[in-house]
């Protein structure tokens, strides 16, 4: 319950987005959809979490998140959705919107989103990369990133692109060691791996991913 009232107090404020870039706070697209998914889970489990009493005012937030995000987080320019409110960069973030359901994966701006990523942050290897960059205030390249390839596999599953989305789950999960552990990132051109070792988001990102391909393989 914690969580949800907390999303639904903060939700406003700007912030430095999952990927902790560095300069002047900004309102995040993927942070305010955190915010709509604590709510949107909260309400689902209101029964369970005897917090009857709180819906109503988690509803009005969970229309407010979205309200904001749909007006203000799709980009006509970049033709997808953005990475902060009034922006028109890319971040493969915004695969999380059919992910966690706040959009339906047959969406067309959910299919022009995952489209764009496809298309414009991924790398030559085939891995994908977190944003378009430009002066994050940090120097120099970076890798491409584990978990955001397992992200755009996950919701190439989602939208029926199975084929597609196994393509690119077997070139993420190709970049694991020799032990099946994987790292934050991976060098686009040479395949080293880079960043945090082992990374916990990229494990699960895998799991998440397969699991979305098996059941679209099923269906």
């Not at 953005?82 to 919107?97: F, I, K, N, T």
């Not at 990133?145 to 989305?165: D, P, R």
Request: charge should be negative; charged fraction near 20%; hydrophobic fraction near 45%.
């Amino acid at each position: 319950m914690s969580l949800a009232d907390a999303a639904a107090a903060h939700w406003r404020e700007p912030d430095h987005s999952i990927w902790e870039v560095r300069g002047r706070p900004q309102h995040f697209v993927y942070s305010k959809l955190m915010c709509w998914v604590a709510l949107d889970r909260a309400i689902a489990l209101a029964d369970e979490l005897d917090a009857g009493g709180r819906v109503p005012a988690w509803t009005v937030a969970r229309a407010e998140v979205r309200t904001a995000i749909e007006e203000h987080g799709w980009s006509r320019r970049a033709g997808s959705y953005s990475q902060a409110l009034g922006s028109d960069l890319l971040d493969a973030s915004a695969l999380m919107l059919p992910i966690t359901g706040f959009v339906l994966p047959d969406d067309p701006r959910a299919r022009a989103t995952v489209a764009a990523v496809r298309e414009r942050l991924t790398g030559p290897r085939g891995l994908v990369h977190r944003y378009e960059r430009v002066d994050d205030g940090l120097a120099g390249e970076e890798g491409a990133f584990v978990m955001c390839s397992f992200w755009l596999a996950h919701a190439l599953a989602l939208t029926g692109e199975v084929s597609q989305a196994r393509e690119v789950f077997e070139r993420a999960a190709a970049c694991a060691n020799d032990v099946g552990l994987f790292s934050e990132e991976v060098d686009p051109v040479g395949g080293q791996l880079l960043g945090n070792f082992p990374q916990a988001l990229s494990h699960i990102g895998l799991v998440n991913a397969a699991w979305a391909i098996g059941r679209a393989q099923a269906a």
